[in-house]
Antibody, heavy 120, light 106 residues
Framework: EVRLVESGGGLVTPGGSLRLSCAAS????????MTWVRQAPGKGLEWISS????????YYADSVKGRFTLSRDNAKSSLFLQMNSLRAEDTAVYYC?????????????WGQGALLTVSS | DIQMTQSPSSLSASVGDRVTITCRAS??????LAWYQQKPEKAPKSLIY???TLESGVPSRFSGSGSGTDFTLTISSLQPEDFATYYC?????????FGPGTRVDI
């Protein structure tokens, strides 16, 4: 079964750090781009970062650039989002998503999401 | 950055209705436009890519069209399970922006 499972969400104080993980299974992980999309409570979807299958291309939204770092471990079929200097406005459900191909940014598959709450 | 807009922001419809949602990009994105469906408290689901290609398993009552800056998602005969929020996203160029969403309810 093709599957994405996020982990690592939780409650963090402003200015803190957290790392989200996404475990992939059921497909050849290295062959696909991966993306994080977030959704603040009651709001729409926001694209925040994507990485190509070989990690050669990594993109960030301006809202997280310089604070978040996206990486992947193809040997372990895992995706990571290191989040630093967290702000209240980073509170959201974070979805891990798989692309259509290594350097295609269309999202084919979505995880169930991990909730991050940034609050004192 | 490419800005995406959607209209309407919400609509009320009945089972069997034909529904059309419009998505507009602030600059051309060729055909690199996708549509996603999201139900409350659920992860989004991919419906259409490359403006008009249905994902496997998506009912044929869904269709997409357009290129450049103007796109539409049409549901030919609305079914109870179609009540949801629909988002477009351009993936032509980074940042890969989403539209604000269109809520379809009864």
């Amino acid at each position: 079964e093709v599957r994405l499972v996020e982990s690592g969400g939780g409650l963090v104080t402003p200015g803190g750090s957290l790392r989200l993980s996404c475990a992939a299974s059921g497909f050849t992980f290295s062959s696909y781009s991966m993306t994080w999309v977030r959704q603040a409570p009651g709001k729409g979807l926001e694209w925040i970062s994507s990485i190509s299958g070989d990690s050669g291309s990594v993109y960030y939204a301006d809202s997280v650039k310089g604070r978040f770092t996206l990486s992947r471990d193809n040997a372990k079929s895992s995706l990571f989002l290191q989040m630093n200097s967290l702000r209240a406005e980073d509170t959201a459900v974070y979805y891990c998503a798989r692309g259509w191909a290594s350097s295609s940014w269309y999202i084919v598959l979505w995880g169930q999401g991990a909730l991050l709450t940034v609050s004192s | 950055d490419i800005q995406m807009t959607q209209s309407p922001s919400s609509l009320s419809a009945s089972v069997g209705d034909r529904v059309t949602i419009t998505c507009r990009a602030s600059q051309g994105v060729n055909i690199w436009l996708a549509w996603y469906q999201q139900k409350p408290e659920k992860a989004p689901k991919s419906l259409i890519y490359a403006a008009s290609t249905l994902e496997s398993g998506v009912p044929s009552r869904f269709s997409g069209s357009g290129s450049g800056t103007d796109f539409t998602l049409t549901i030919s005969s609305l079914q109870p399970e179609d009540f949801a929020t629909y988002y477009c996203q351009q993936y032509d160029s980074y940042p890969f922006t989403f539209g604000p969403g269109t809520r379809v309810d009864i």
